[in-house]
Nanobody, 123 residues
């Protein structure tokens, strides 16, 4: 089992940057693909970014491509999301998640979730 704890959310002005971090417990972190998702009230959880088990492969939602960067450190069992050029529409609760079996953009394929961290971007 993997426990995930996100940190780094907050309030930022449009055009600013934030770095989210997700700390994972457990000795098998490198066996999980990792993803970041976000959710706003009344909407389905939305894919943001994913990274493969080794970190060699990444992909992003079109809405964040070129602005966000996902990375992982298997030795430290962390996965980060660097968010630049933030927009008000990036406002959401951000979740990191661990995927044991796939390398997926679909939230229901992920097995473990953090509690979420709020990101608010003011205009």
């Amino acid at each position: 089992q993997v426990q995930l704890v996100e940190s780094g959310g907050g309030l930022v002005q449009a055009g600013g940057s934030l770095r989210l971090s997700c700390a994972a417990s457990g000795r098998t972190f490198s066996s999980y693909a990792m993803g970041w998702f976000r959710q706003t009230p009344g909407k389905e959880r939305e894919f943001v970014a994913r990274i493969s088990r080794s970190g060699a492969s990444t992909s992003y939602a079109d809405s964040v491509k070129g602005r966000f960067t996902i990375s992982r450190d298997n030795a430290k069992t962390t996965v980060d999301l660097q968010m630049n050029s933030l927009k008000p529409e990036d406002t959401a609760v951000y979740y990191c998640a661990a995927d044991r079996s796939y390398y997926s953009t679909r939230w229901h394929n992920y097995d473990y979730w953090g509690q979420g961290t709020q990101v608010t971007v003011s205009s």
